[in-house]
């Protein structure tokens, strides 16, 4: 009976010891690097990290991304009826403020809705980890990309100071993304924007706030106002290179075999070509700058051309209902 106790109370002080992340390697180091370069108070971060907890469940979520998915259900899971939808809803009711994130940075406004719509289907899913364990276990165990989680705590620390968060009560991504846009701590730090103009900076309850920063995002990063995103194309030649060639003019990839199934308009700049699998078998895009500039919000091509098509359904599902859009993907 005494061993059975015994063996139950171990099980139970291992637990315990695993469920919180205070004893990290690297922490007291952080800790040190915190006060020296940003003045806080040692007291405080060490109870601060004394009741994060470590989440294994993190570490699970990052190693298993959706884009290892096919194209196809990746596709499913973001261009339906819900996000195209509510994605009408949203721009209906924030329609003002759209129209004005587009005129100042030059972003359409379906874009920008998109991106919203598939981080976080218009806020309605924002994240369920605390911001602090989610980025407390990647700062100091995840070695693959520890530096950058380390640098992004910090960010979430800095931020917190200046917004008067609660850091014990916070919700995120597994991976630390915040707020109605997912945006990093660095992002929300560098790229966020005062849009309704109310003397603060909301991107976890403000929609104005998070279409201007979305916006603002997007610009700082390279997007090009009126250049096109994407063009389906239709290949001549087979053994032409996919997937990781360099970008070419149309005319040379009209050379190549590669003709556009849309003739584009105005000056084109160079393009990339990617191939999607489908359940007929390969498409194929011709992919341009902006094309790129979303996946500096995400690094991933299936990311990107997911909101760009479901921009594009938004943009035609709006019209039905009789709004007059003038941007053309």
């Known amino acids: 009976m005494f061993r059975y106790f015994w063996f139950v109370t171990l099980g139970l002080s291992l637990l315990w010891s695993l469920a919180y992340a205070a004893d990290l390697p690297g922490i007291p180091q952080f ?145 630390g993304a915040l707020g109605v846009p997912q945006f990093m701590p660095s992002s929300y730090r560098k790229y966020a924007v005062d849009f309704n103009a109310n003397g603060k900076i909301d991107l976890l309850r403000e929609p104005e706030d998070a279409i201007g920063s979305v916006a603002n995002y997007l610009k700082q990063y390279g997007w090009k106002t009126g250049e096109p995103i994407a063009q389906q194309a239709m290949l001549r030649n087979k053994d032409v290179p996919v997937s990781g060639a360099a970008s070419r003019s149309l005319a040379a990839w009209a050379e190549a075999g590669v003709i556009p199934l849309v003739k584009p308009q105005g000056t084109v700049p160079p393009a990339w070509l990617l191939d999607f699998t489908v359940e007929p078998g390969k498409e194929y895009w011709l992919t341009y700058n902006n094309f790129r500039v979303i996946t500096l919000y995400n690094n991933s091509n299936f990311y990107a051309m997911s909101v760009f098509q479901l921009a594009a359904a938004l943009r035609a599902a709006y019209r039905v209902k009789g709004a007059s859009i003038n941007p053309k993907l």
Request: aromatic share 14%; net charge neutral; charged share 30%.
């Open 31 to 175: 800790i040190n690097e915190m006060v020296e370069k940003h003045q806080f108070k040692r007291d405080e971060l060490v109870l601060t990290f004394q009741r994060a907890e470590y989440r294994p469940d993190v570490i699970a979520a990052i190693t298993a991304p959706a884009t290892i998915k096919p194209w196809v259900e990746y596709r499913a899971a973001f261009i339906n009826p819900v996000r195209i939808e509510g994605g009408v809803e949203f721009w209906k009711q924030y329609a003002t403020t759209l129209k004005r994130a587009e005129q100042q940075y030059g972003v359409p406004q379906e874009i920008i809705i998109a991106v919203i719509g598939v981080e976080t289907l218009y806020g309605r899913r924002a994240g369920k980890f605390r911001t602090l364990d989610a980025l407390t276990t990647l700062a100091f165990d995840y070695p693959r990309r520890a530096e950058f989680f380390r640098n992004e705590l910090a960010e979430y620390l800095l931020l917190a100071r200046e917004q008067e968060f609660n850091l014990l009560e916070i919700k995120a991504s597994y991976a």
